[in-house]
């Protein structure tokens, strides 16, 4: 039985689904049906917000955010305080601290993290890019540099390679507190993160 | 503080990821990025693959399953059985009705199914379509209309509806079984699914 396979044109925009992350076979065909039951215009829209994006965005050529204008607008404003730089892996992680309105110094991407499982190596990431950032004089000078990359393994490593490299320029390193999130509960939280929590606590004044 | 926005053209392709079923804003700003992650090229064939595929595909003008030829490959191949017709909610189930090869006749897709509670009704659906499709003479009379639509409330309404609406035709109306799925085991299965798998029993021979 030879069995009934999906049109070119579908298999296509399938395998096109299948390489977005965490899209598997089956969600891939289910957005692929979905794409047909949208109006004409609609997909026209999706298809040309793709390629504008990809256009459009271009990396910081200070901190390697993705932007679309140069500098990006973190690094163009004045009022932000270039004493501090927040080091993070991703430019959506930029996105996030954002969203936190907390933090009110600059950043730099590191597009990645160091995996040497992944091949990933300090020299595929924008490290050597930071360096120069730091050789500033006077109130331009950089006191402290955050290292928010993640908290997993990989994000571990990297933010130790950073410190060490930090260290003899005499520029504070420090790194995002790790513990029990806001409105989650202990029971919830995994033993690594508790332990982080209780090394990590701190005096109530 | 102002804080830190996306730019216009990443603000409207996470509009438009988030239009995709299953995927809320954080998956959307997620894909968006990773688009921006991909080659030129890439972004192009996944932009035209969608556009292609819109164009490309129409409804069967005999089962309504989207398809690239007219009438579609299932329909047109005369090796099928034109005595059963195996009625689903989207052309999505004929695939993976396909897959199991096991089923030789013909279906037609609904586009959907009937709840009252969404105020879809049976007009909506491609039902009065299946009616001429009844009518057939001889050889090419169908005997059988399997109803495979979900098992859920609507689908179920649906296959309800459609076999009081079969039974004055003297056509042999029959639903799909529910039971136990196979390589899965009595633990997982819920209640409504173990009643069913009980009620529908076989004797063994």
Do not use: W
Not at 21 to 46: C, D, M, N, W, Y
Not at 177 to 197: K, R
Request: glycine share 6%.
């Amino acid at each position: 039985m030879a069995g009934y396979i999906h049109a070119p044109v579908m298999q296509e925009l399938m395998k096109q689904f299948g390489k977005l992350p965490g899209i598997g076979p089956k969600t891939a065909q289910r957005l692929a049906f979905f794409v047909l039951s949208l109006p004409r215009e609609e997909v026209r829209a999706f298809s040309e917000a793709m390629v504008g994006a990809k256009e459009t965005m271009t990396l910081c050529p200070v901190c390697f955010s993705m932007t679309d204008v140069t500098p990006c607008q973190v690094c163009r404003d004045e009022t932000r305080d270039r004493q501090v730089i927040c080091v993070v892996e991703e430019t959506a992680d930029v996105f996030s601290i954002e969203r936190a309105r907390e933090y009110r110094g600059l950043y730099h991407v590191l597009h990645g993290s160091i995996s040497p499982m992944e091949n990933r190596q300090p020299e595929d990431l924008k490290i050597k890019e930071l360096l120069p950032r730091l050789e500033g004089e006077g109130e331009r000078r950089v006191q402290e540099v955050i290292l928010a990359t993640n908290p997993d393994v990989e994000g571990e490593t990297t933010a130790l390679y950073l410190a060490r490299l930090l260290k003899p320029l005499g520029i504070r390193a420090t790194r995002i507190a790790h513990g029990i999130p806001v409105g989650s509960n202990l029971e919830h939280a995994d033993a690594a993160t508790l332990a982080q929590a209780l090394e990590g606590r701190r005096v109530i004044d």
